[in-house]
C-alpha cells in the first residue's frame, strides 16, 4: 500500500483526475482522520511552492538567451523552501517546467476534491481532521517564520507567503465570507460590514500568535470584533481548556459562528455574541488574553483601549493586536505597567503584555 506521500506523486502525476474519482475516494476512506490531514497539509503547500517555483525560475530566465534546466534549477531551494516536503525532491528534479504547471493545477483539482469529500461523507470525523490539520499547520507557518528571519535584508531574495495556502480549511467548517447583509447599518461599526474573508485574521496569524503567547491553562480568551469565528475555532479545537467568548456587531456571523461552534463539538467553551463595542455601556470582561482586528473606528477604538487600560493595571494580560489595531496601542506601551510589544511580521501582528499590579 501506497504512503500519504507516495499517493500525493501518483495522483500528481495522472493526466485527468476525473478517471481516478473511484480510486481516490477508496484511498481516502482507508486513511485515519491524522493521516488524512497529512495529506491535505501537504498538498496545499505543494500548490503555494509550485506557484513560487514557477515565478523563481521565470525570473531567474527572464534576461538570459537559454532557459536553465529546471531539475537543475530547483536543487537550490532543498534547504529552504523544499526543505518541509523531502519526499518532492526527487519528482522535481525530473521535472521540466511545464510538467510543474500541470502538477500545480492537478494539485488544486486534489485539494478541492479532497474538501469536497470532507464536506459530503457522512459521519466523518472532521474535529480531529481539523484539530491535526491546525497543529501540522502551525510548523508550516513557524518555518516560514523562521525562513523570513534567515533571509531578512537579503538582496534579491523573494519570499514564499503561506498566508492564503490553508484558506480552504474554511470551505471544511463551512465558513461562508460571501454572504451579504441586507440589513441597515445603525451605527458606524462595522466599516466593513458587507466584506468577506478580508475581514478575517489569516490562519497564520491565529496560529503564530498561540504558538508565541503561551496560554496558561484554563485561561479565559475575549475577541473583540470575532467576524466569522476563525480565532475561536482554532482556539477550541487546539486549546478545549480555554473559555473563549467573541464579540461581533454582524449578526448573521454571529449566528454562523455559533452553528459552526456546535458543529465542531465546542458549545461549552467557544462563546459568540451580538455587540456593539462602541456602546457605552458595553463592558469588556476581565480575562488573560485580548484579540484585536477589527476595522473600527478611533472613538471605538479609545473606548476599548480605555478599559483594557484599566484591567492591564490590576492585573497582566495579553493584547494581541492586528492590522491598523497596532497603530492604536502603541500608545499603552508608554504606560508604567505595559511592556513594549513584541513584533512579528513587520508589525503586521504584536503582542502587547501588561505587569498587572
Same mark, same amino acid.
Given at each position: ?14 493526466? !485527468?483526475? @476525473? ?10 476512506? @482507508? ?62 528534479? @525530473? ?9 500545480? +493545477? ?43 528571519? +534567515? ?18 480549511? !474554511? ?91 456546535? !458543529? ?89 503584555? @501588561?505587569?498587572?499590579?
Amino acid at each position: 500500500m501506497r504512503s500519504y506521500q507516495q499517493s500525493i506523486i501518483y495522483f500528481l502525476q495522472q493526466k !485527468d483526475l @476525473s478517471a481516478c474519482e473511484a480510486e481516490l475516494i477508496l484511498f481516502w476512506k @482507508s486513511m485515519s482522520a491524522q493521516d488524512a490531514a497529512k495529506f491535505f497539509t501537504d498538498l496545499s503547500f505543494l500548490v503555494t511552492v509550485l506557484r513560487f517555483l514557477q515565478e523563481q525560475y521565470w525570473l531567474y530566465n527572464n534576461e538570459k538567451p537559454e532557459p536553465a534546466q529546471f531539475g537543475h534549477f530547483v536543487k537550490r531551494f532543498y534547504k529552504k523552501e523544499l526543505k518541509t516536503v523531502l519526499f518532492m525532491h526527487a519528482t522535481l528534479e @525530473s521535472a521540466q517546467v511545464r510538467q510543474v504547471e500541470e502538477m500545480r +493545477k492537478q494539485a488544486t483539482l486534489l485539494q478541492k476534491a479532497v474538501v469536497q469529500f470532507l464536506k459530503n461523507e457522512p459521519g466523518y470525523d472532521r474535529p480531529l481532521f481539523v484539530s491535526t490539520c491546525l497543529k501540522l499547520m502551525s510548523d508550516f507557518f513557524e518555518f516560514e517564520y523562521q525562513l523570513k528571519i +534567515k533571509n531578512e535584508g537579503l538582496s534579491g531574495y523573494t519570499e514564499i507567503s503561506l498566508e492564503r495556502t490553508f484558506d480552504a480549511l !474554511d470551505e471544511i467548517f463551512q465558513i461562508k465570507c460571501d454572504i451579504t447583509c441586507n440589513s441597515k447599518i445603525t451605527t458606524e461599526e462595522r466599516i466593513f460590514e458587507g466584506s468577506g474573508v478580508g475581514v478575517q485574521s489569516s490562519y497564520s496569524t491565529i496560529l503564530l500568535a498561540l504558538r508565541y503567547l503561551k496560554i496558561p491553562q484554563k485561561a479565559r480568551f475575549v475577541d473583540l470584533g470575532s467576524g466569522y469565528g476563525r480565532v475561536g475555532f482554532v482556539i477550541g479545537l487546539m486549546r478545549p481548556d480555554i473559555q473563549f467568548h467573541g464579540y461581533e456587531f454582524v449578526d448573521y456571523r454571529v449566528d454562523m459562528s455559533k452553528k459552526i461552534s456546535e !458543529d465542531f463539538n465546542m458549545p461549552d467553551h467557544v462563546h459568540f455574541y451580538h455587540q456593539d463595542l462602541s456602546l457605552n455601556n458595553f463592558l469588556i470582561p476581565e480575562a488573560e488574553v485580548y484579540y484585536l482586528f477589527g476595522p473600527f473606528t478611533d472613538a471605538t477604538y479609545a473606548h476599548i483601549i480605555e478599559q483594557l487600560n484599566v484591567i492591564g493595571a490590576k492585573k497582566p494580560i495579553v493584547i494581541i493586536t492586528k492590522g491598523n489595531a497596532r497603530e492604536h496601542f502603541m500608545t499603552v506601551m508608554q504606560r508604567k505597567h505595559w511592556s513594549a510589544p513584541q513584533v512579528f511580521h513587520q508589525g503586521n501582528f504584536c503582542l502587547f503584555r @501588561s505587569h498587572g499590579r
